[in-house]
């Protein structure tokens, strides 16, 4: 199950801006497995309010700064993998936290 919200670029998003815009101007299948292939091969991870690292498969943020106002929110979304079977502490989807 993906899980979405709005997502807030810093300055270290820089760095990675290209490889999302070009998921958005992909407009092929190989373009798209291309993104997909070096996306999977970063080291991105959702990360808890207390800085806990929390195990997803793939994390993926979608980049429509160029098209719509970049102030606005509504431009960048962070979507992740969700899998119950790969994490076993369900507290992570709490507000309380791991145990």
């Known amino acids: 199950m993906a899980v979405t919200g709005p997502f807030a670029p810093y300055a270290a998003y820089e760095l990675v801006r290209p490889l999302f815009r070009s998921f958005i101007k992909a407009q092929t299948v190989e373009e798209q497995y291309h993104f997909y292939e070096a996306r999977d091969a970063l080291d991105f991870a959702v990360m808890t309010q207390d800085g806990q690292r929390v195990p997803v498969p ?12 970049a102030s606005d929110v509504a ?21 309380d936290g791991p145990t």
């Open 58 to 69: 793939w994390v993926h943020i979608y980049d429509m700064s160029e098209e719509m106002e």
């Open 75 to 95: 431009a960048y979304e962070v979507e992740f993998e969700r899998i119950r079977g790969f994490m076993e502490d369900d507290s992570y989807w709490t507000d």
